[in-house]
Nanobody
């Protein structure tokens, strides 16, 4: 089973940028897609973006469209989330997860990386 490890979080001022990484280890990822989600205490986990592994098709939450970009490096078995024009409301624990097929839910959740945006 693939294991996912997130990195790249940190503290940044509003308007700044961060790039998150989601590295798949244990086996070469060959599933359908990898997605990014975020969670803030007291709120439900929120979908952020996802990218299909084979074709690189992307989908974004409306709240991040135009500011975040998801990409993948198949050779490095890694998915990235470039986050620009960050806002305080982007503050959350960001997780990546894998979707083995179109019919399955996301799973193999990583431990998360904290993003804090100060105003």
């Amino acid at each position: 089973q693939v294991q996912l490890v997130e990195s790249g979080g940190g503290l940044v001022q509003a308007g700044g940028s961060l790039r998150l990484s989601c590295a798949a280890s244990g086996r070469t990822f060959s599933g359908y897609a990898i997605g990014w989600f975020r969670h803030t205490p007291g709120k439900e986990r929120e979908f952020v973006a996802r990218i299909t592994w084979r074709l690189g098709n992307t989908r974004y939450a409306d709240s991040v469209k135009g500011r975040f970009t998801i990409s993948r490096d198949n050779a490095e078995n890694t998915v990235y989330l470039q986050m620009n024009s960050l806002k305080p409301e982007d503050t959350a624990l960001y997780y990546c997860a894998a979707k083995r097929s179109l019919a399955e839910d996301f799973g193999s959740w990583g431990q998360g990386t904290q993003v804090t945006v100060s105003s």
